[in-house]
């Protein structure tokens, strides 16, 4: 790994002017650094309170952690989607280029709409439907119908390796591929450890509810594994975890918010991510214009 790295800035925006913080500057307090006491935390802008004082500000954030293994980077879109466009373009010493594009946030006959904060008129920027009622928009009962359904799919019954009714979750480390069903107490029994069902909004903060995680390394791994398998309304069509691609976020109800923000760049990576353990160069565009960079490499 290099002693030091080449960060750049790209402005592609309409702005004469874009005002760039490393290392987690706070907007809010001069551009210094802001501990939260007492947990030692970075203060970010709040997304969705209109009291923030960077409410109306266009502003939008990426994520990069430098070690002595690699330099690892994405584009944190957990909270909220910015009208202002970020993309992350990595040239490793090897001379190989990678970037990462965002998605925009589009609306459909749900409340999704709702979840546009603007300003003048205009988009200011897209809420996760986490926070969706701190806008107003209700979503009370979006993914219960379906959850039930999928509770009775993997009702325990006459279970054999590869039935129909037994979930599979490959937790992709040691812990192996695990199988599961519900048991006669209304739980989804995974390797031994149970889920109760999850409601809407612990499916949308995939850390609620069900999905809160504790001592057991097990259980800390099916977690992300099943939550995204309700985030992309997968698991009643498939049982299987990785299941393909082709058919994710078909079926109503899903998370058009995540299927939008993680929509594959190029069709190769389902994430915002960028990483090497060689970088040379890395660059932040700002703006439309089909923000990328990566054709264009000093």
């Known amino acids: 790994m290099p002693n030091s790295l080449d960060i750049q800035l790209k402005n592609q925006s309409n702005s004469d002017k874009v005002y760039a913080f490393i290392c ?4 809010q307090h001069g551009g210094r650094l802001v501990l939260l006491k007492p947990v030692d935390a970075l ?4 997304p969705f309170d209109p009291t ?24 944190s879109y957990v909270d909220m989607v910015p009208r202002l466009p970020i993309a992350l373009t990595l040239k490793e010493r090897n001379g ?3 970037h990462a594009l965002k998605a925009q946030a589009q609306a459909d006959k ?10 003048d008129s205009k988009p200011l920027r897209a809420l996760n439907p986490t926070h969706s009622k701190a806008v107003g928009a209700s979503f009370d009962g979006y993914y ?5 359904n999928v509770w009775e799919k993997y009702h325990a019954g006459p279970c054999h390796t590869g039935s129909q009714n037994k979930l599979c979750i490959n937790t992709q480390n ?3 591929v695990l199988t599961g069903s519900v048991d006669g107490k209304g739980q989804l029994v995974i390797g031994g450890e149970a889920f109760k069902k999850p409601n809407t909004y612990d499916i949308f903060s995939c850390n609620t509810g069900p999905f809160i995680t504790d001592a057991s390394a097990k259980r800390n791994a099916i977690i992300p594994r099943l939550a995204t398998k309700f985030i992309r309304s997968s698991i009643l069509d498939s049982a299987n975890h990785p299941s393909n691609p082709d058919g994710w976020y078909k ?3 899903t998370n058009h918010y995540s299927r939008i923000v993680h929509n594959p760049d190029g069709g190769k990576d389902h994430s915002g991510k960028v990483n090497a353990g060689d970088p040379a160069i890395f660059i932040v565009t700002v703006g439309g214009k089909n923000a990328y960079a990566g054709d264009k490499m000093p």
Do not use: M
């Not at 987690?24 to 907007?27: M, N, Q, T, W």
């Not at 923030?52 to 500000?57: T, W």
């Not at 749900?110 to 300003?119: E, F």
């Open 144 to 148: 219960e119908p379906y959850v039930n």
């Open 43 to 46: 203060v970010e802008p709040c």
């Open 24 to 27: 987690g500057r706070a907007l």
């Open 52 to 75: 923030d004082p960077n409410h109306n500000i266009n502003w939008a954030f990426a994520e990069l952690t430098l070690d002595n293994s690699q330099l690892f980077a994405n584009i």
């Open 174 to 176: 040691s812990h192996g």
């Open 251 to 253: 079926k109503d109800p």
């Open 110 to 119: 749900r409340p999704w709409n709702k979840l546009i904060v603007n300003k």
């Open 96 to 98: 190989k280029v990678q």
